[in-house]
T-cell receptor, first 115, second 112 residues
Framework: ETGVTQSPTHLIKTRGQQVTLRCSSQ?????VSWYQQALGQGPQFIFQ???????GRGNFPPRFSGLQFPNYSSELNVNALELDDSALYLC??????????????FGPGTRLTVL | GENVGLHLPTLSVQEGDNSIINCAYS??????FIWYKQESGKGPQFIID?????DKRQGQRVTVLLNKTVKHLSLQIAATQPGDSAVYFC???????????FGGGTRLMVKP
């Protein structure tokens, strides 16, 4: 186990609703990244948070937003849910060191179903 | 690597045999690679990583080989066990180090 936790494990929403997913990073890690994984595909990068600021963003619309808190935990918010948002949402934590590409360790994910 | 959608390549091996899972990359400047194992309904689990100053790295029952000339890496699993059944992804970070790009994945099925 990585020590990265996510909540909730499963969630069902309807189109147009808003959702908040939560992630607690591994002890000692200061960076949290979020990924979306559709069924049968590899994870796709949404964004990363470092020192409570967004540190890079993938090809996702602004209705995907996030936060990082002083204890390095993070939230992913999705507004105006669409059917295609149904996916496994993964959080990964890492320790950012200057000049070093670091390994990202994943949590178990939150399965979001949009009806 | 690129996403191959719903039709993941599948490798079927007999329990006890060795498995080799391959991954190609396109950026010759890539200098760090990670292999993840993902079981059904779970998050990707780190297996092993390798930096470009190495050609080979070994872990417990796993070996990663990196061939920078042909931009190819492989994951070798020795004495494959039923618990090794999963989807395996290679991944590499971008230059900024913040975004992982995953290969399409390979499904490993171990026959008892």
């Amino acid at each position: 186990e990585t020590g990265v936790t996510q909540s909730p494990t499963h969630l069902i929403k309807t189109r147009g609703q808003q959702v908040t997913l939560r992630c607690s990073s591994q002890s000692g890690h200061n960076t949290v990244s979020w990924y979306q994984q559709a069924l049968g595909q590899g994870p796709q990068f949404i964004f990363q948070y470092y020192r409570e600021e967004e540190n890079g963003r993938g090809n996702f619309p602004p209705r995907f937003s996030g936060l990082q808190f002083p204890n390095y935990s993070s939230e992913l918010n999705v507004n105006a849910l669409e059917l295609d948002d149904s996916a496994l949402y993964l959080c990964a934590s890492s320790l950012a060191l200057a000049g070093v590409k670091d390994t990202q360790y994943f949590g178990p994910g939150t399965r979001l179903t949009v009806l | 690597g690129e996403n191959v959608g719903l039709h993941l390549p599948t490798l079927s091996v007999q329990e006890g045999d060795n498995s080799i899972i391959n991954c190609a990359y396109s950026n010759s400047a890539s200098d760090y690679f990670i292999w993840y194992k993902q079981e059904s309904g779970k998050g990707p689990q780190f297996i092993i990583d390798i930096r470009s100053n190495m050609d080979k790295r070994q872990g417990q029952r796993v070996t990663v080989l990196l061939n920078k000339t042909v931009k190819h890496l492989s994951l070798q699993i020795a004495a494959t066990q039923p618990g090794d059944s999963a989807v395996y992804f290679c991944a590499e970070p971008n230059n900024a180090g913040n975004m992982l790009t995953f290969g399409g994945g390979t499904r490993l099925m171990v026959k008892p």
